[in-house]
């Protein structure tokens, strides 16, 4: 998992062709001008969406992995708190289903705020809990999801 600001996106672009073509892409974007359908970037290769996002309290057993596919998760505005584990650490709740890429889990993990700006990189092996508060306090964002197949 790699969770650091936009503007130090440049660092990660060695990662991949695909993983620097999906940073560029979300660099462009602005809460105030943003698509509203899925844009795909190198087809089913590097794709992503932008959405407001109203938060809701942690639930351990909300964690989500992929097999297929990385999860860019940008905070473009507002405040988001995202959870994280390796997913080994976690019970699996849900194993992957035939052309899916989404698999479930349950267990504690470790949970992150983000901020105007922040992003996160969470690799197949990380376990992850998007669209958070602290439990207290509700929050909104609006975030891009970019998907980087692996």
Known sequence: MVKDNISNAKLYYGLSERFEKAL??????????????????DGDDVFFWVSPVDTNPPDDEMYEAHIKYADIQYVISGEEYMGWEL????ECREACKP?????????NGTML??????FAIFF????????????????KSI???AKVRI
């Open 24 to 41: 560029k892409a979300l660099q462009q974007l602005t809460a105030e001008n943003y698509p509203k359908d899925r844009v795909y970037v």
């Open 113 to 118: 705020r983000f901020g105007e700006g922040d």
């Open 124 to 139: 197949p092996d990380d376990a992850h809990m998007p669209c958070r508060n602290n439990g207290k306090d509700p929050c």
């Open 87 to 90: 997913k080994q650490n976690l």
């Open 143 to 145: 975030k891009a999801v």
């Open 99 to 107: 052309g899916e890429d989404i698999e479930w889990y349950r267990g």
